[in-house]
């Protein structure tokens, strides 16, 4: 891997980028990064490599995708072998069936699914899938979820959690936010009030919330929507685009024993290529088309390249050490980190995804996250960021870890951690 810098260098293509996109970017938290972003031209294992020549240990993986690191050998030959073959055919292909037969064997619940292309797709399908299925328009989201960027769900909370919610984005038609409900996060008190209507299609939920930065479940929260959504005639969707195949093998459902009517899934298990994955009961996902009247299609769907490098990346995964690697490497950050932060602070981490809210004792929902202090975090991650370690540009993203992030990496990191807190003073 070539690890020098270019003659072009990152504020050359950044001048060059905001004439030609909005903001500069192709994706909002992108331009986050102060004065410019650094553009990246390789990564390889734990590390990223810029056009500047700089190196950092990316603890940002992609927003998640790239359990393995950069560049596993694994993963390329497997995309290799397939680029020989040739990529795209608009037929089924033998990788499809292989990787969703993996799929099926540690996601249970996922007794048939669709292949689509991003997490966006997946929860779009999954919504109008819920709809569909049961006749009711309605469904019900949690503050400070994030499911992607459709209509749908791009609807925050308000305070009166379970009224109707206000759009956050210009554009979409008050037709649309005004079908979705918005609780509070961890509180199903709010939750079951909302789904005894008996009128909502599906509630949709972040088993762990990765977009507020990380914020684990109550106890008792995700089996109480399993409980009441089953008795109210609701559709459980679980959102596992971050937590699927990160948190464990069976992704969060199986860490906390829950069995959703419906799953979606996206990053991990496409192998750093575009994916999302709709899957659940056999009755509920045979309702698309062809074999049911909720549509969905697309060119890409079961992109080959995609199921090679998903399929290299499970069979990575079945083998237990990525988990390891990458769990130990979490508590070594936050380690250093605690170790070294004298101000008032929480962490909070739920296996490999963690993130850090300072000037505040607790956060268990939306409202309480965003009385954290921001604009220290944004010095933290600039401190790292001269240390050479990338973490997210936002508090309300998550710091990830990765098989790639072993303990020699850590130590490194937990030096440059020392000194960036030492710089917050
Ligand atoms: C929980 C969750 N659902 C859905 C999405 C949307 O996925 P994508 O960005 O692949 O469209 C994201 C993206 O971060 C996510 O975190």
């Not at 972003?37 to 790239?66: C, H, K, S």
């Not at 033998?94 to 990787?99: G, N, P, S, T």
């Amino acid at each position: 891997m070539d690890k020098g810098g270019s003659s072009v260098l990152s504020q050359d293509l950044w001048e060059e980028a905001i004439t030609l996109f909005a903001g500069g970017v192709n994706s909002p938290v992108r331009a986050k990064v102060q004065p410019y972003p650094f553009y990246v031209r390789g990564g390889q294992g734990a590390y990223i490599f810029t056009e500047d020549g700089n190196a950092m240990v990316d603890f940002v993986l992609g927003y998640g995708p790239l359990f393995l690191g950069h560049n596993p050998p694994e993963v390329r030959r497997a995309i290799e072998r397939q680029l020989e073959r040739g990529w795209l055919f608009g037929t089924p292909s033998r990788a499809e069936v292989e990787l969703a037969r993996k799929i099926r064997v540690h996601i249970p619940s996922m007794e048939k699914m669709r292949f689509v292309n991003s997490g966006t797709e997946a929860t779009m399908a999954a919504i109008r899938l819920a709809r569909g299925y049961t006749g009711r328009t309605k469904i019900l989201k949690f503050d400070g979820n994030y499911h992607g960027a459709h209509d749908y769900v791009l609807i925050d909370a308000g305070s009166a959690a379970s009224e109707y919610g206000v759009p956050t984005s210009a554009g979409i038609p008050g037709e649309v936010s005004k079908t979705v409900s918005v609780c509070p996060y961890n509180d199903l008190t709010c939750a079951s009030r909302v789904m005894s209507k008996e009128d909502h299609a599906a509630v949709i939920v972040e088993p762990v919330m990765g977009n507020m930065g990380v914020i684990p479940p109550k106890e008792g929260f995700l089996s109480g929507l399993r409980e009441v959504s089953s008795n109210t005639g609701t559709l459980l969707i679980l959102d596992e685009v971050i937590t699927g195949f990160r948190l464990s093998l069976g992704g969060a459902q199986e860490v906390y024993g829950l069995r959703p009517d419906i799953t979606t899934l996206g990053k991990i298990v496409g192998g750093g290529l575009p994916i999302g994955v709709v899957g659940g009961r056999r009755d509920l996902i045979d309702s698309f088309t062809p074999s049911g009247p909720v549509f969905n299609a697309g060119t890409f769907n079961a992109h080959p390249l995609t199921m090679a490098a998903g399929l290299a990346v499970l069979d990575q995964l079945e083998k237990g050490w990525p988990y390891r690697v990458a769990e130990s490497a979490a508590k070594v950050f936050v380690e250093a980190l605690e170790e070294s932060l004298k101000l008032p602070h929480v962490v909070n981490r739920v296996l490999s995804m963690f993130q850090v809210f300072m000037g505040i004792s607790e956060v268990v929902d939306a409202q309480s996250a965003k009385k954290a202090d921001r604009s220290l975090y944004l010095k933290f991650h600039e401190a790292l960021l001269r240390e050479g370690v990338f973490v997210a540009p936002s508090q309300f993203e998550a710091i990830f870890t990765s098989a790639a992030h072993g303990s020699e990496v850590m130590e490194e990191v937990a030096h440059a951690i020392r000194k960036a807190v030492k710089s917050l003073a």
